[in-house]
């Protein structure tokens, strides 16, 4: 079976652009996390998604956007970009039970 | 805010020795997760134990899970240098509705050959 995957792989964007990242999970895995890493705050969760509704959402700004689509791929975007983005954006899928999580590679975002 | 937080933040052990890394947190839990992640791609899950567990294998792992001091402990035996890695510790504290994990730190371990 496929693993979670995402691209694009690694990214370079600008100060105040905006970018969109993408995340396959894995068939049969309804429910879609989104986490960023970085070596300051370590892992943080972003939102979840699952049929295409958020339903957990952490503490970032709303400069941070997602959405799922009917099949149950995922899209995060980031708009008016800062430094401070640069970061490993992982995703994640999962079953509803049990309630292991499986990661993707990540996109490495740097932000300049 | 961090849930977990790991101990050690870094560990140096020879081949073949065993590793043991703790993990403390603060509210109540589903279950928590142990996860590796190597030199900063994604990360692999490793074991996943419920909250009225005590104790788990996976292979050369071992995880505890003390609920009355908010604790867990991954053990590896028999290191191996491609055991080299990043070690986290994620705890599910939400509904299973409401699903996120919360993760420590990390505690970098360092397998010499």
Same mark, same amino acid.
């Given at each position: 079976?496929?693993?979670? =995957? &995402?691209?694009?792989?690694?990214?370079?964007k600008? +100060?105040?652009?905006?970018?969109?990242? #993408?995340? *396959?999970?894995?068939?049969?895995?309804?429910?879609?996390?989104?986490?960023?890493?970085?070596?300051?705050?370590?892992?943080?969760?972003?939102?979840?998604?699952f049929?295409? =509704? &958020?339903?957990?959402?952490?503490?970032?700004?709303? +400069?941070?956007?997602?959405?799922?689509? #009917?099949? *149950?791929?995922?899209?995060?975007?980031?708009?008016?970009?800062?430094?401070?983005?640069s970061?490993?954006?992982?995703?994640?899928?999962?079953?509803?039970?049990?309630?292991?999580?499986?990661?993707?590679?990540?996109?490495?975002?740097?932000?300049? | 805010?961090?849930?977990?937080?790991?101990?050690?933040?870094?560990?140096?052990?020879?081949?073949?020795?065993?590793?043991?890394?703790?993990?403390?947190?603060?509210?109540?839990?589903?279950?928590?997760?142990?996860?590796?992640?190597?030199?900063?791609?994604?990360?692999?899950?490793?074991?996943?134990?419920?909250?009225?567990?005590?104790?788990?294998?996976?292979?050369?792992l071992?995880?505890?899970?003390?609920?009355?001091?908010?604790s867990?402990?991954?053990?590896?035996?028999?290191?191996?240098?491609?055991?080299?890695?990043?070690?986290?510790?994620?705890?599910?504290?939400?509904?299973?509705?409401?699903?996120?994990?919360?993760?420590?730190?990390?505690?970098?371990?360092?397998?010499?050959?």
């Amino acid at each position: 079976k496929a693993g979670v =995957t &995402q691209t694009p792989r690694y990214l370079i964007k600008t +100060r105040g652009q905006q970018v969109t990242l #993408s995340c *396959s999970p894995i068939s049969g895995h309804r429910s879609v996390s989104w986490y960023q890493q970085t070596p300051g705050q370590g892992l943080q969760f972003l939102f979840e998604y699952f049929s295409e =509704t &958020q339903r957990n959402k952490g503490n970032f700004p709303g +400069r941070f956007s997602g959405r799922q689509f #009917s099949n *149950s791929r995922s899209e995060m975007n980031v708009s008016t970009l800062e430094l401070g983005d640069s970061a490993l954006y992982l995703c994640a899928s999962r079953r509803e039970y049990p309630y292991e999580q499986y990661f993707g590679p990540g996109t490495r975002l740097t932000v300049t | 805010s961090q849930q977990g937080e790991e101990d050690p933040q870094a560990l140096s052990i020879q081949e073949g020795e065993n590793a043991t890394m703790n993990c403390s947190y603060k509210t109540s839990i589903n279950n928590l997760q142990w996860y590796r992640q190597n030199s900063g791609r994604g990360l692999v899950h490793l074991i996943l134990i419920r909250s009225n567990e005590r104790e788990k294998h996976s292979g050369r792992l071992r995880v505890t899970l003390d609920t009355s001091k908010k604790s867990s402990s991954l053990l590896i035996t028999a290191s191996r240098a491609a055991d080299t890695a990043s070690y986290f510790c994620a705890t599910d504290d939400s509904g299973g509705s409401n699903y996120k994990l919360t993760f420590g730190k990390g505690t970098l371990l360092t397998v010499n050959p």
